[in-house]
Protein backbone atom coordinates (compact mmCIF):
# COMPACT_ATOMS: atom_id res chain seq x y z
CA UNK A 1 0.00 0.00 0.00
CA UNK A 2 1.37 3.45 -0.38
CA UNK A 3 1.02 6.46 1.41
CA UNK A 4 -2.67 6.94 0.84
CA UNK A 5 -3.60 3.63 2.18
CA UNK A 6 -4.53 2.67 -2.17
CA UNK A 7 -3.32 -0.56 -3.33
CA UNK A 8 -0.22 0.00 -4.66
CA UNK A 9 -0.35 -0.72 -8.31
CA UNK A 10 2.73 -2.56 -10.52
CA UNK A 11 4.99 -0.16 -12.20
CA UNK A 12 4.65 -0.10 -15.95
CA UNK A 13 7.13 -1.75 -17.92
CA UNK A 14 9.17 0.92 -19.08
CA UNK A 15 10.26 -1.28 -22.28
CA UNK A 16 6.95 -2.53 -24.31
CA UNK A 17 9.84 -4.40 -26.84
CA UNK A 18 11.36 -6.91 -24.12
CA UNK A 19 7.61 -8.06 -23.28
CA UNK A 20 6.85 -8.63 -27.36
CA UNK A 21 10.26 -10.37 -27.75
CA UNK A 22 9.79 -12.71 -24.12
CA UNK A 23 6.19 -13.60 -25.78
CA UNK A 24 7.54 -14.89 -28.88
CA UNK A 25 10.01 -16.99 -27.49
CA UNK A 26 7.72 -18.75 -25.22
CA UNK A 27 5.69 -19.49 -28.71
CA UNK A 28 8.38 -20.90 -29.98
CA UNK A 29 8.96 -22.96 -27.00
CA UNK A 30 5.88 -24.49 -26.28
CA UNK A 31 5.36 -25.32 -30.10
CA UNK A 32 8.83 -27.32 -29.93
CA UNK A 33 7.08 -29.71 -26.66
CA UNK A 34 3.91 -29.69 -29.25
CA UNK A 35 6.25 -31.47 -31.59
CA UNK A 36 8.04 -33.30 -29.75
CA UNK A 37 11.08 -31.64 -30.60
CA UNK A 38 12.19 -29.99 -27.00
CA UNK A 39 11.39 -31.06 -23.69
CA UNK A 40 12.14 -28.66 -20.85
CA UNK A 41 14.28 -29.70 -18.17
CA UNK A 42 13.99 -33.22 -18.94
CA UNK A 43 16.48 -35.44 -21.07
CA UNK A 44 15.99 -36.94 -24.30
CA UNK A 45 14.14 -40.69 -24.19
CA UNK A 46 16.73 -43.36 -24.80
CA UNK A 47 15.88 -45.20 -28.07
CA UNK A 48 13.56 -48.68 -27.29
CA UNK A 49 15.75 -51.55 -27.40
CA UNK A 50 14.10 -54.12 -29.59
CA UNK A 51 11.81 -56.37 -27.14
CA UNK A 52 12.78 -60.93 -27.02
CA UNK A 53 11.06 -62.85 -29.21
CA UNK A 54 8.69 -64.88 -27.06
CA UNK A 55 7.37 -60.84 -26.12
CA UNK A 56 7.19 -59.70 -29.16
CA UNK A 57 5.02 -62.63 -30.01
CA UNK A 58 3.03 -62.59 -27.58
CA UNK A 59 2.47 -58.69 -27.77
CA UNK A 60 1.20 -59.20 -31.66
CA UNK A 61 -0.79 -62.76 -31.32
CA UNK A 62 -2.45 -62.22 -27.59
CA UNK A 63 -5.71 -60.78 -27.59
CA UNK A 64 -6.07 -57.00 -26.46
CA UNK A 65 -6.11 -57.18 -22.75
CA UNK A 66 -5.07 -60.48 -22.23
CA UNK A 67 -2.62 -59.00 -19.63
CA UNK A 68 -5.62 -57.81 -17.56
CA UNK A 69 -7.09 -61.08 -17.79
CA UNK A 70 -4.41 -62.91 -16.66
CA UNK A 71 -3.62 -60.98 -13.81
CA UNK A 72 -7.09 -61.56 -12.73
CA UNK A 73 -7.00 -64.99 -13.36
CA UNK A 74 -3.42 -65.17 -11.29
CA UNK A 75 -5.10 -63.23 -8.18
CA UNK A 76 -8.31 -65.77 -8.29
CA UNK A 77 -5.92 -68.44 -8.84
CA UNK A 78 -3.98 -67.20 -5.56
CA UNK A 79 -7.14 -66.48 -3.35
CA UNK A 80 -8.36 -69.59 -4.19
CA UNK A 81 -4.90 -71.65 -3.21
CA UNK A 82 -5.11 -69.54 0.18
CA UNK A 83 -8.60 -70.15 1.28
CA UNK A 84 -8.00 -74.16 0.39
CA UNK A 85 -4.36 -74.02 2.03
CA UNK A 86 -5.44 -72.24 4.64
CA UNK A 87 -8.87 -74.87 5.00
CA UNK A 88 -11.50 -72.43 4.41
CA UNK A 89 -12.59 -73.91 1.69
CA UNK A 90 -15.65 -75.72 3.73
CA UNK A 91 -16.35 -72.25 5.29
CA UNK A 92 -16.70 -70.81 2.02
CA UNK A 93 -18.74 -73.39 0.59
CA UNK A 94 -20.86 -72.86 3.88
CA UNK A 95 -21.44 -69.16 3.41
CA UNK A 96 -22.33 -69.23 -0.56
CA UNK A 97 -24.93 -72.18 0.65
CA UNK A 98 -26.48 -69.60 3.27
CA UNK A 99 -26.41 -66.84 1.12
CA UNK A 100 -28.18 -68.05 -1.65
CA UNK A 101 -31.01 -69.97 0.85
CA UNK A 102 -31.35 -66.68 2.75
CA UNK A 103 -32.04 -65.20 -1.22
CA UNK A 104 -34.93 -68.08 -1.60
CA UNK A 105 -36.22 -67.44 1.54
CA UNK A 106 -36.95 -64.26 1.56
CA UNK A 107 -38.46 -65.47 -1.90
CA UNK A 108 -41.25 -67.31 -0.50
CA UNK A 109 -39.24 -71.14 -0.42
CA UNK A 110 -38.50 -71.32 3.24
CA UNK A 111 -39.16 -74.63 4.33
CA UNK A 112 -42.30 -74.11 6.87
CA UNK A 113 -43.32 -77.42 7.72
CA UNK A 114 -41.65 -80.62 7.88
CA UNK A 115 -43.64 -84.56 8.15
CA UNK A 116 -41.53 -87.56 8.72
CA UNK A 117 -42.95 -91.02 8.33
CA UNK A 118 -41.50 -94.32 9.70
CA UNK A 119 -39.36 -93.48 12.74
CA UNK A 120 -39.37 -95.09 15.30
CA UNK A 121 -35.62 -94.84 17.24
CA UNK A 122 -34.77 -91.75 15.45
CA UNK A 123 -36.39 -88.50 16.81
CA UNK A 124 -37.45 -85.82 13.99
CA UNK A 125 -34.63 -83.68 14.99
CA UNK A 126 -32.16 -86.15 14.35
CA UNK A 127 -33.19 -86.99 11.18
CA UNK A 128 -33.24 -83.27 9.94
CA UNK A 129 -29.73 -83.37 11.37
CA UNK A 130 -28.54 -86.36 9.67
CA UNK A 131 -30.04 -85.17 6.49
CA UNK A 132 -28.70 -81.93 6.90
CA UNK A 133 -31.57 -80.33 7.03
CA UNK A 134 -31.48 -76.92 9.23
CA UNK A 135 -33.32 -73.67 9.86
CA UNK A 136 -31.75 -71.77 7.00
CA UNK A 137 -32.09 -74.55 4.61
CA UNK A 138 -34.69 -73.48 1.56
CA UNK A 139 -36.47 -76.04 -0.32
CA UNK A 140 -35.80 -74.17 -3.60
CA UNK A 141 -32.15 -75.03 -3.46
CA UNK A 142 -32.70 -78.32 -1.33
CA UNK A 143 -30.92 -81.09 -2.88
CA UNK A 144 -33.28 -84.08 -2.33
CA UNK A 145 -30.73 -87.04 -3.71
CA UNK A 146 -28.36 -85.39 -1.37
CA UNK A 147 -30.58 -85.47 1.62
CA UNK A 148 -31.53 -89.14 0.63
CA UNK A 149 -27.82 -90.26 0.77
CA UNK A 150 -27.22 -88.63 4.00
CA UNK A 151 -29.87 -89.65 5.82
CA UNK A 152 -28.94 -93.52 4.10
CA UNK A 153 -25.69 -93.58 5.48
CA UNK A 154 -26.56 -93.74 8.59
CA UNK A 155 -26.85 -97.17 10.11
CA UNK A 156 -30.32 -96.57 11.15
CA UNK A 157 -31.55 -95.54 8.31
CA UNK A 158 -32.39 -98.88 5.71
CA UNK A 159 -33.99 -96.52 3.10
CA UNK A 160 -35.19 -93.12 2.76
CA UNK A 161 -37.55 -91.04 0.22
CA UNK A 162 -37.72 -87.09 -0.13
CA UNK A 163 -40.85 -85.65 -1.34
CA UNK A 164 -40.64 -81.72 -2.12
CA UNK A 165 -43.75 -80.05 -2.33
CA UNK A 166 -43.84 -76.39 -3.25
CA UNK A 167 -43.79 -73.92 -1.71
CA UNK A 168 -42.54 -74.61 1.87
CA UNK A 169 -43.50 -78.35 2.39
CA UNK A 170 -40.72 -81.34 3.15
CA UNK A 171 -42.16 -85.09 3.09
CA UNK A 172 -39.34 -87.55 4.40
CA UNK A 173 -40.35 -90.96 4.69
CA UNK A 174 -37.84 -93.80 6.19
CA UNK A 175 -37.74 -97.32 7.01
CA UNK A 176 -35.52 -97.93 10.20
CA UNK A 177 -33.89 -101.13 10.57
CA UNK A 178 -34.74 -102.91 14.23
CA UNK A 179 -32.70 -104.18 16.95
CA UNK A 180 -31.98 -107.52 16.67
CA UNK A 181 -29.48 -108.71 18.82
CA UNK A 182 -25.94 -108.13 20.78
CA UNK A 183 -22.84 -108.82 19.48
CA UNK A 184 -19.72 -108.73 21.52
CA UNK A 185 -16.22 -109.08 19.69
CA UNK A 186 -12.90 -108.02 21.14
CA UNK A 187 -14.27 -107.15 24.22
CA UNK A 188 -16.77 -104.58 22.96
CA UNK A 189 -20.33 -104.73 22.71
CA UNK A 190 -22.70 -103.54 19.83
CA UNK A 191 -26.75 -103.73 19.13
CA UNK A 192 -26.66 -105.22 15.57
CA UNK A 193 -29.43 -105.43 13.30
CA UNK A 194 -30.82 -108.49 11.54
CA UNK A 195 -28.71 -108.39 8.53
CA UNK A 196 -25.85 -107.92 10.60
CA UNK A 197 -25.23 -104.15 10.70
CA UNK A 198 -23.72 -102.45 13.73
CA UNK A 199 -26.40 -99.72 14.46
CA UNK A 200 -24.83 -98.42 17.90
CA UNK A 201 -22.59 -99.46 20.76
CA UNK A 202 -24.21 -100.85 23.86
CA UNK A 203 -25.05 -98.16 26.22
CA UNK A 204 -28.55 -98.17 26.68
CA UNK A 205 -30.29 -100.15 29.44
CA UNK A 206 -33.39 -101.14 26.51
CA UNK A 207 -31.22 -103.07 24.73
CA UNK A 208 -30.83 -105.44 28.00
CA UNK A 209 -32.88 -108.04 26.36
CA UNK A 210 -31.69 -108.67 23.39
CA UNK A 211 -29.78 -112.16 22.53
CA UNK A 212 -26.29 -112.08 22.94
CA UNK A 213 -24.30 -113.49 20.36
CA UNK A 214 -20.15 -113.61 20.21
CA UNK A 215 -17.01 -113.61 18.07
CA UNK A 216 -15.97 -113.04 14.88
CA UNK A 217 -18.45 -113.42 11.91
CA UNK A 218 -21.62 -113.78 14.49
CA UNK A 219 -23.22 -110.87 13.58
CA UNK A 220 -23.94 -111.64 10.13
CA UNK A 221 -24.64 -115.83 10.80
CA UNK A 222 -26.65 -114.54 13.90
CA UNK A 223 -30.09 -114.26 12.16
CA UNK A 224 -29.90 -117.94 10.61
CA UNK A 225 -28.75 -119.38 13.76
CA UNK A 226 -30.86 -117.40 15.97
CA UNK A 227 -33.94 -118.55 13.88
CA UNK A 228 -32.79 -122.27 14.55
CA UNK A 229 -32.45 -121.92 18.02
CA UNK A 230 -36.08 -120.59 18.20
CA UNK A 231 -37.69 -123.79 17.20
CA UNK A 232 -36.41 -125.15 20.28
CA UNK A 233 -37.76 -122.85 23.09
CA UNK A 234 -36.63 -125.07 26.07
CA UNK A 235 -33.08 -124.75 24.56
CA UNK A 236 -33.70 -121.17 23.59
CA UNK A 237 -35.36 -120.11 26.93
CA UNK A 238 -32.05 -120.86 29.15
CA UNK A 239 -29.51 -119.81 26.13
CA UNK A 240 -27.42 -116.65 28.04
CA UNK A 241 -25.33 -116.09 24.54
CA UNK A 242 -24.57 -118.08 21.61
CA UNK A 243 -20.54 -118.14 20.84
CA UNK A 244 -19.46 -118.96 17.42
CA UNK A 245 -16.41 -120.45 17.30
CA UNK A 246 -13.73 -120.33 14.25
CA UNK A 247 -16.40 -118.82 12.39
CA UNK A 248 -17.63 -122.31 11.92
CA UNK A 249 -19.90 -123.43 14.36
CA UNK A 250 -21.70 -122.54 17.86
CA UNK A 251 -21.59 -123.30 21.04
CA UNK A 252 -24.06 -122.38 23.56
CA UNK A 253 -23.55 -120.75 27.38
CA UNK A 254 -26.38 -121.78 29.35
CA UNK A 255 -27.69 -119.02 32.06
CA UNK A 256 -26.17 -121.27 34.74
CA UNK A 257 -22.69 -121.78 33.07
CA UNK A 258 -23.49 -124.55 31.53
CA UNK A 259 -21.57 -124.95 27.79
CA UNK A 260 -22.85 -127.01 24.87
CA UNK A 261 -20.63 -127.36 22.27
CA UNK A 262 -22.56 -127.80 19.30
CA UNK A 263 -20.94 -129.96 15.74
CA UNK A 264 -20.25 -127.85 12.76
CA UNK A 265 -23.11 -129.89 10.60
CA UNK A 266 -26.69 -131.09 11.23
CA UNK A 267 -26.76 -128.67 13.94
CA UNK A 268 -30.73 -128.87 14.38
CA UNK A 269 -30.54 -132.26 15.13
CA UNK A 270 -28.08 -131.52 17.89
CA UNK A 271 -30.73 -129.15 19.38
CA UNK A 272 -33.57 -131.75 19.24
CA UNK A 273 -31.20 -134.22 20.98
CA UNK A 274 -30.28 -131.72 23.53
CA UNK A 275 -33.76 -130.77 24.14
CA UNK A 276 -34.84 -134.18 24.74
CA UNK A 277 -32.43 -134.67 27.28
CA UNK A 278 -33.75 -132.21 29.20
CA UNK A 279 -36.88 -132.89 28.99
CA UNK A 280 -36.51 -136.76 30.34
CA UNK A 281 -33.33 -136.84 32.32
CA UNK A 282 -33.55 -133.13 33.05
CA UNK A 283 -30.07 -132.48 31.79
CA UNK A 284 -30.01 -128.87 32.23
CA UNK A 285 -30.35 -129.04 35.93
CA UNK A 286 -27.89 -131.86 36.33
CA UNK A 287 -24.40 -131.25 38.18
CA UNK A 288 -22.79 -130.56 34.84
CA UNK A 289 -20.63 -128.00 33.38
CA UNK A 290 -19.93 -129.11 29.68
CA UNK A 291 -21.91 -131.15 26.96
CA UNK A 292 -19.60 -132.13 24.11
CA UNK A 293 -22.06 -132.55 20.75
CA UNK A 294 -19.44 -132.24 18.08
CA UNK A 295 -19.15 -136.20 17.13
CA UNK A 296 -22.25 -137.26 15.27
CA UNK A 297 -22.25 -140.90 16.78
CA UNK A 298 -21.67 -139.55 20.84
CA UNK A 299 -22.36 -137.19 23.51
CA UNK A 300 -20.04 -136.45 26.00
CA UNK A 301 -20.82 -134.83 29.51
CA UNK A 302 -18.21 -133.36 31.86
CA UNK A 303 -19.17 -133.50 35.67
CA UNK A 304 -18.74 -130.35 37.34
CA UNK A 305 -15.35 -130.57 39.99
CA UNK A 306 -17.86 -131.51 43.00
CA UNK A 307 -19.77 -134.27 40.87
CA UNK A 308 -16.66 -135.85 39.55
CA UNK A 309 -15.13 -136.38 43.06
CA UNK A 310 -18.86 -137.86 44.18
CA UNK A 311 -18.67 -140.19 40.98
CA UNK A 312 -14.91 -140.83 42.20
CA UNK A 313 -15.30 -141.49 45.77
CA UNK A 314 -19.10 -143.75 44.91
CA UNK A 315 -16.36 -146.19 42.39
CA UNK A 316 -14.45 -146.58 45.01
CA UNK A 317 -16.97 -147.51 47.89
CA UNK A 318 -18.18 -149.85 44.99
CA UNK A 319 -14.90 -151.43 44.61
CA UNK A 320 -14.21 -151.49 48.39
CA UNK A 321 -17.46 -153.43 48.86
CA UNK A 322 -17.26 -155.68 45.92
CA UNK A 323 -13.62 -157.12 46.96
CA UNK A 324 -15.12 -157.20 50.84
CA UNK A 325 -17.95 -159.94 49.01
CA UNK A 326 -15.30 -162.08 47.37
CA UNK A 327 -13.53 -162.62 50.24
Request: hydrophobic share 45%; aromatic share 6%.
Amino acid sequence: MDGAGRLARSPRSPRPQADLKAAAIGAVVLLREHLGLYRSGATPVPERRPPHRLIGWLERHLPHRAGVAATILMLLGSAGFGIVKGGHFDELLTALSDTRNAIANTAGFRITTVVINGRKQLSQDEVLAIGGVNGRSSLLFLDAATVRDRLKANAWIADATILKLYPGHLQIDIIERSAFALWQRDGGLSVIADDGTVLEPYVSRRFVHLPLVVGKGADAKARDFLALLDRYPQVRAVTKAAILVGERRWNLRLQDGLDVRLPENDVGRALAVLSKLDTEDRLFSRDIVAVDMRLPDRLTVQLSEDAAKAREELFKDKKAKKKAGDA
